[in-house]
């Protein structure tokens, strides 16, 4: 048992303690209804305790998140809450999250992407142009060193850091052509390999 379990532990036999206790102080005369209200606090007790233990299961009903079978080359993504399919790459070593879009051409890293994964937008040369919903914005060409999910690697990747603000990066179609099918089936995208 690690300390921090230890910890809640001894938090929940507190807050037990104390409820009770109340209860107990509260209904002297009335045994009845203190086991009542004590049958309801421990329902609620085990119903929490309950949640607490199924929430790998239950977040993954709810909130599914993508799987990545590298040994089969395929990574599934669910469909976001705003329709969007999202894909979350280790870039240099560091997690980033895509957009997959298939609407753009190439690999595009925001700023903040960008140097969390090492590369230092101060120093690019804008020299490129993207024509965005937010208008014209310059655009620096990068290699990346290391794309990888699960134990999918790619190397060298060409990409091109943006100029202007950006919510998040985008995987566009330079890349997503490192796959031999992309299909969508509902809320699900399959990339194979």
Do not use: C
């Not at 209804?33 to 929490?48: D, E, H, N, S, T």
């Not at 607490?52 to 993508?66: H, N, Y």
């Not at 399919?85 to 298939?102: C, E, K, M």
């Amino acid at each position: 048992m690690s300390a921090d379990q230890i910890a809640q532990l001894i938090y929940l036999v507190l807050l037990t303690a104390a409820i009770g206790g109340f209860f107990l102080l509260q209904s002297r005369e009335r045994k009845s209804k203190l086991v009542q209200q004590a049958a309801v606090w421990a329902f609620i007790f085990l119903g929490v305790i309950a949640a607490m233990g199924l929430w790998t299961d239950i977040r993954q009903t709810v909130a599914p998140r993508q799987a990545v079978f590298a040994e089969q080359g395929r990574i599934e993504l669910p469909r976001a809450p705003d329709g969007h399919f999202y894909l979350t790459a280790q870039v240099n070593g560091s997690p980033v999250r895509f957009v997959i879009d298939t609407g753009a051409t190439g690999v595009v890293l925001s700023q903040k992407d960008a140097r969390s994964a090492g590369i230092d937008p101060e120093t690019l040369a804008y020299t490129g142009q993207a024509r965005t919903a937010n208008g014209t914005v310059g655009t620096a060409p990068v290699r990346i060193d290391r794309i990888s999910f699960g134990g999918m690697v790619d190397r060298n990747v060409r990409a091109w850091v943006n100029g202007g603000r950006m919510d998040s990066s985008l995987l566009g179609m330079s890349y997503l052509q490192r796959f031999d099918k992309v299909e969508i089936s509902g809320d699900r995208m399959v990339l194979s390999r």
